[in-house]
């Protein structure tokens, strides 16, 4: 006769007899109870959201701050060129000085963040940022006023934001 093959689970009675002990709340039996026991411990101590939230909107700001400035280069210098301003390789020049920043401050700007903490060094990146586009805003016809707003205040403030990154 063949055998069959079944899928079929079947518990078996532990060994063990639980006694009026075992069921108390704080006991714990063995190692890999006691670690069960601090994992439940642990996930009761997980918060439930709140001002967790808030540090997800800030990090939201902040990225759209960061990457969102940067990337709008191109809008800005298409509109300076048709104005003629400068040629677009000048103009180009002045948006890659801003992302260059980011590499070439980064030791120091560490060592700042360190020092100050990163909240201080991320809140002046923001206002540097803001500050180069309301300074830049009045430099619209003046190129070496860009490379100095627009170039190098706005990737020095880019750079203090993308240490919280």
């Known amino acids: 006769m063949a055998s069959r093959v079944t899928t079929a689970i079947e518990l078996q009675p532990q060994l063990e007899t639980l006694t ?52 709008c280069w191109g809008v800005i210098q298409s509109a300076l060129v048709e104005e003629g301003v400068s040629s677009p390789a ?32 991320g809140m002046t990146g923001i206002l540097l940022i803001g500050l180069s586009e309301i300074l830049s805003s009045f430099s619209v016809h003046n190129v070496g006023g860009l490379f100095a707003t627009a170039g190098a205040l706005m990737g020095l403030g880019m750079r203090f934001v993308s240490t919280l990154l």
Not at 58 to 66: E, L, P, Q, S, T
Request: some cysteine; aromatic content about 10%; charged content about 10%.
């Open 20 to 71: 009026q002990r075992d069921h108390h709340p704080g006991h714990v039996s063995n190692d890999t109870d006691h670690i069960i026991h601090a994992s439940r411990l642990a996930d009761n101590a997980v918060p439930e959201g709140g001002y967790g939230w808030v540090v997800v909107g800030g990090c939201a700001i902040i990225g759209w701050w960061a990457v969102g400035t940067s990337y």
């Open 90 to 121: 000048v103009l180009s020049f002045v948006g890659s000085l801003a992302t260059a920043f980011i590499s070439a401050l980064a030791i120091v700007t560490s060592r700042l963040t360190r020092l100050l903490g990163a909240r201080y060094v």
